[in-house]
T-cell receptor, first 117, second 109 residues
Framework: EPEVTQTPSHQVTQMGQEVILRCVPI?????FYWYRQILGQKVEFLVS????????KSEIFDDQFSVERPDGSNFTLKIRSTKLEDSAMYFC???????????????FGPGTRLTVL | GIQVEQSPPDLILQEGANSTLRCNFS?????LQWFHQNPWGQLINLFY???GTKQNGRLSATTVATERYSLLYISSSQTTDSGVYFC???????????FGQGTRLTINP
């Protein structure tokens, strides 16, 4: 069964450093998302991406964040200057949305645990 | 924005027991998904269920869209069912899934 993959599984970085989190969505999917989950809290939406542009973003997704689909398979989240409060699990998700119904299901990757020291 | 509330926040049961988890949402939705977050933090899709009833093995879910709630049933619980169960919804036109706070289920042997 196709799945969303993410790398790395765990990243440790120093405050102020740039990090890039990578995702490979399911191959025929059209919509891509990043969510984050601070330890012990609920999952929060960061940004959605469709047709090579951001379609919606949350107030969390400020100027230090950016997303890119550099080729036909990868989808990346960049944090330019990490802060302690960026420590969280970051999930990538994708959905097809061709035909409605089940195509609206969002499939989540296994997550990248980011630790900022 | 839409609000999602899950209950109970914590549930501790013995192996073999049955459980019911509830998700209330504040507005009409086009998508509702149930997830299980395992001890490694992975979000496992359980159901896509904006309305109606579905079953998958020992798990089943029912969404009553007109009354804005969904129920997840787990029968004959096993220790591997432990973890946090999340309900998440989105409305037509909105891209984002809005998650509830989750129900932490602990199944003791």
């Amino acid at each position: 069964e196709p799945e969303v993959t993410q790398t790395p599984s765990h990243q440790v970085t120093q405050m102020g450093q740039e990090v890039i989190l990578r995702c490979v969505p399911i191959s025929n999917h059209l919509y891509f998302y990043w969510y984050r989950q601070i330890l012990g809290q609920k999952v929060e939406f960061l940004v959605s991406f469709y047709n090579n542009e951001i379609s919606e973003k949350s107030e969390i997704f400020d100027d230090q964040f950016s997303v890119e689909r550099p080729d036909g398979s990868n989808f990346t989240l960049k944090i330019r200057s990490t802060k302690l409060e960026d420590s969280a699990m970051y999930f990538c998700a994708s959905r097809s949305s061709i035909g409605g119904g089940w195509a609206d299901t969002q499939y989540f990757g296994p997550g990248t645990r980011l630790t900022v020291l | 924005g839409i609000q999602v509330e899950q209950s109970p926040p914590d549930l501790i049961l013995q192996e073999g027991a049955n459980s019911t988890l509830r998700c209330n949402f504040s507005d009409s939705v086009n998508n509702l998904q149930w997830f299980h977050q395992n001890p490694w933090g992975q979000l496992i899709n359980l159901f896509y269920i904006p309305s109606g009833t579905k079953q998958n093995g020992r798990l089943s879910a029912t969404t009553v869209a007109t009354e804005r709630y969904s129920l997840l049933y787990i029968s004959s619980s096993q220790t591997t069912d432990s973890g946090v169960y999340f309900c998440a919804v989105y409305r037509s036109g909105a891209q984002k899934l809005v998650f509830g706070q989750g129900t932490r289920l602990t199944i003791n042997p």
